[in-house]
């Protein structure tokens, strides 16, 4: 879709929400992963998209899939993309490239239940994580494109729910008991 058009979609949507900002409350497509044996899970979308993941062998995965940590951040990346993408189509700005590099730090003694040496709980998330945002406009000063990724950012839904500590209400259901 042409920066144009994109421009024009949001700005509809925009509107329709200035009128009625209740129409923005809306149910997100769940995704729904599905053991298939030892350390590897399918995970999947209404629309049929699938996604597969394992982990590395030194964690008794195969190795030959993405983990579901680099999915966390492939999904960072992929949203700070697109949501400076559309800030760019809303400002008239044509990018001539936008590529966004998420990577993280973790600590496998989180993911194993171990202390650190000092007894303190070791989280099984990332420690840190960071985006690199690569961007370029031809004749666009460099302060605007910062200014338009940094807004970009304060926007994004992914980046927000890792900033944010979005809750998570957990709820089991035991079959066949």
Not at 11 to 18: I, K, N
Not at 131 to 144: F, K, S, Y
Request: with cysteine.
């Amino acid at each position: 879709m042409a920066s144009e058009d994109i421009a024009a979609a949001l700005q509809r949507a925009e509107s329709v929400l200035r009128r009625r900002p209740e129409a923005g409350l809306h149910d997100d497509a769940p995704a729904t992963a599905s053991w298939s044996g030892g350390t590897r899970v399918v995970a999947s979308h209404a629309n049929g998209s699938r996604v597969l993941t394992d982990l590395p062998t030194e964690l008794g995965g195969s190795g030959d899939q993405v983990t579901p940590g680099w999915l966390l951040r492939a999904g960072l990346a992929a949203c700070a993309t697109t949501r400076t993408a559309m800030a760019a189509a809303c400002a008239g700005i044509e990018l001539q490239s936008l590529e966004v590099v998420a990577s993280s730090r973790s600590d496998m003694c989180g993911l194993l239940g171990l202390a650190a040496a000092d007894g303190a709980t070791v989280t099984a998330g990332p420690q840190e994580v960071h985006l690199l945002v690569r961007i370029a406009a031809p004749g666009v000063p460099a302060e605007c494109l910062r200014a338009l990724v940094e807004e970009s950012q304060r926007l994004s839904p992914v980046s927000c729910a890792l900033q944010e500590a979005v809750p998570i209400v957990l709820r089991v259901e035991v079959v066949g008991s």
